[in-house]
């Protein structure tokens, strides 16, 4: 990632050495490719790695409704595919006068991977609107896979 982008309105502070700027013009750049043509409703999601690499996805829908794959597991997916597993933050765009807060099933998805991710969500029509959470506290008492002992 070489964007050294400037601050933006709402932008949390950059003290957790989080590329906010640069990571959130991915999440637009990415859901520019969303495939949305049932909801029109067009989602991208950014995430940082540990090694400092992104990695974005967009929500693809299917004919079959329930088949749409959403963004923030499509980034998922991308990561993964590349080998990495240690995210560090993650930047989700959506549109309208609030910013979209991700489903359960992405929720789940990001908590396999990192308890207290920071997550910014911010609305391509509200910059002002945008807000950062954890991840920790949109899933609070996740299941996790030591469960499963
Ligand atoms: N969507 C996402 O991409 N992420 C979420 O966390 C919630 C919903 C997508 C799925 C579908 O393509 C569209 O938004 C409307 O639900």
Redesign the pocket.
């Known amino acids: 990632m070489t964007a050294a982008a400037g601050p933006r309105a709402g932008s949390p502070s950059t003290d957790d050495g989080v590329a906010w700027g640069a990571l959130e013009d991915a999440a637009r750049r990415v859901r520019d490719h ?3 043509p ?2 029109g ?3 991208g ?1 950014a995430i940082v790695t540990r090694s400092g690499r992104v990695f974005a996805g ?4 299917n004919a079959s409704y329930g088949l ?7 980034a998922i997916a991308q990561m993964v595919a590349a080998g990495e597993s240690d995210p560090v933050a993650v930047v ?1 765009v ?1 549109r309208g006068p609030e910013p ?4 359960g ?3 789940q998805t990001l908590a396999e991977f990192a308890i207290d991710l920071p997550v910014r969500l911010v609305s391509a029509d509200a910059p002002s609107a945008a807000r950062t959470t954890t991840l920790a506290a949109l899933l609070p008492d996740a299941f996790r896979a030591d469960k499963l002992k």
């Not at 967009?58 to 829908?61: I, K, L, Q, R, Y």
């Not at 749409?68 to 499509?74: D, F, G, H, N, P």
């Not at 979209?100 to 489903?103: A, E, L, T, V």
Request: aromatic share 10%.
């Open positions: 969303a495939y949305a049932y909801s409703y067009h989602v999601a967009c929500n693809v829908e749409a794959i959403c963004a923030e597991r499509s989700v959506t979209g807060s991700p489903c099933m992405c929720r």
